[in-house]
DNA sequence: TAATCATTTAGACAACTATCTAATTAAAAA
DNA sequence: TTTTTAATTAGATAGTTGTCTAAATGATTA
């Protein structure tokens, strides 16, 4: 989990997940739609590889980018363990319908 | 986005909100149940509160934590809508029931 | 084969982070 | 009022991170 926290942690890799979404890019596609050099955006796509949010799939001369939203099942569940938790201090607030 | 991102980047203070579910404690109740100097624990709940993720409330020498889950709605709704986006490859697998 | 193109790897560097010890602040107790 | 207690702030330091340029790899095209 260490991993998918860290690769979540940096604004870049957020707006490529969000741009993986619309379909797969290679990376230069990818490095294009921002204002950063390639290696850059390279090392971003390793970070996120490594967390198993992205494939990287050769494809001859260019490497495909998927999204893999599996890995976030886990965080997913330990979010919403947090929702179900009612803090004490919730109870304090009346009901304002009425 | 970016300060929750940042504090939930941390196993130490991940563990620390995992902690206060089970209800308040103050700095240093949350200090005992680590390996680890009050400054550092101190710096760690700084990070956390500037997430919005705790609230501390002074009472009178002692300095009480509590959890909110709130500021975790953003952070759930933008999961939640990378589990409805289904992929294209998601397509490919077949039917594996007949 | 030589040149080009897509991408990564290597190495450097500034900025940021986690941790520590020492000093400070502020409240409570003696 | 002096001392103790709870907690933070300050300052130092080692390690990590994000970014760059330059070099390397590997596939395609001329």
Redesign the interface.
Known sequence: M?NL??A????TR?QI?DLL?G??LNAGEIAERFDMTKPSISHHLDLLRQAGLVEATKQGQFINY????TV?DD??VW??S??K?D???SAKTPDQTH
Request: proline share 7%.
């Open positions: 260490n926290f860290k979540l942690n940096d604004p957020r997940l979404r379909g797969d998927a999204l893999n939203t976030l965080l997913l979010l919403m947090f929702q938790t803090t004490p201090t």
